[in-house]
């Protein structure tokens, strides 16, 4: 990769799967609000760092 270019790799998995598991089988989602919710329930520091993330990413586009 040249020298001058700004580029990142993000991999994150910070959740317990056995929970997420559990809560999609307890009550699957079936709109988008409800497995938006499912997922912030299940893996909230995931969707917290996301959010740093866009944040991030619409700072340097300025």
Not at 41 to 61: C, K
Request: charged residues 25%.
């Amino acid at each position: 990769m040249p020298q001058d270019t700004f580029s990142f790799r993000i991999a994150f998995v910070d959740y317990d799967g056995a929970r997420a598991l559990d809560l999609y089988q307890q009550s699957k989602p079936g709109t988008r609000e409800e497995c938006s919710q499912s997922v912030r329930s299940a893996a909230p520091r995931m969707v917290n760092g996301v959010g740093m993330i866009r944040r991030f990413v619409e700072e340097l586009d300025g």
